[in-house]
């Protein structure tokens, strides 16, 4: 596990993360950075994704993003650069059994 300032996971080089050119998120869970196991919990649903093949899951700390609620930690499968394909991604991640919904990260 890689860490950014003891807190939002790093996304490995060569996923795409959320940004002003793939602002498209599918998001799976946001857990309240306030509850005192909460990252615990995110790192585990992230881990659950990533087994179920869902490779680029990865944490973030939600007050880096301008259109998120704080203060979250939240779990997001994947960045696009259009609604399209995450809504693609969303109707993947559902049909593998998890709940999850499209939002624009910018």
């Known amino acids: 596990r890689r860490y950014c300032h ?11 993360v959320p940004s002003a050119s793939t602002p498209w998120v ?8 306030n509850i005192p ?18 490779s ?11 259109t998120f609620k704080c203060c979250f930690w939240t779990v997001i499968v994947g960045a696009f650069s259009s609604q399209p394909e995450a809504v693609d991604l969303q109707n993947r991640v559902k049909s593998a059994g998890v709940e999850a919904y499209v939002k624009k990260a910018f």
């Open 6 to 16: 003891g807190e939002a996971l790093i996304p490995d080089p060569g996923k795409k």
């Open 26 to 33: 599918v998001i799976a869970s946001s857990i309240d950075q």
């Open 37 to 54: 196991d909460g990252m615990k919990q995110a790192e585990e649903k992230a881990r659950a994704l990533r087994s179920a093949r869902f």
């Open 56 to 66: 680029d899951t990865t944490v973030y700390d939600s007050k880096k993003y301008p």
